[in-house]
């Protein structure tokens, strides 16, 4: 099992840029592909961008796409969001989710463990 912190999230004006992180604990890290999902007021949850267990691979929601980076430091445990020009519109709790596999996946069912989330508020 492995354990998920998400931090970093705050309250930001539009166009600034935030770093999330989720540390990991608990079986090696390295074994995880891991995932960035967010669920904004009174909507379902989403994917944001996913990156495979050795980096080799990322992936991005259409809505973030040349705006956020995933990334990932194995020796730290720990995965990144990085989130530049930041809208309204990705105002949301964004929690980081984990999966026992090489390959990086799009959808929650895929991912077996989560975060508690961390709450990102864009201002207009």
């Known amino acids: 099992q492995v354990q998920l912190v998400e931090s970093g999230g705050g309250l930001v004006q539009a166009g600034a840029s935030l770093r999330l992180s989720c540390a990991a604990s608990g079986r090696t890290f390295g074994g995880y592909a891991m995932g960035w999902f967010r669920q904004p007021p009174g909507k379902e949850r989403e994917f944001v961008a996913a990156?495979?267990?050795?980096?080799?691979?990322?992936f991005y929601a259409d809505s973030v796409k040349g705006r956020f980076t995933i990334s990932r430091d194995n020796a730290k445990n720990t995965v990144y969001l990085q989130m530049n020009s930041l809208k309204p519109e990705d105002t949301a709790v964004y929690y980081c989710a984990a999966r026992p596999s090489t390959m990086a996946r799009t959808t929650e069912n895929d991912y077996n463990y989560w975060g508690q989330g961390t709450q990102v508020t864009v201002s207009s």
């Open positions: 990156i495979s267990r050795s980096a080799v691979s990322t």
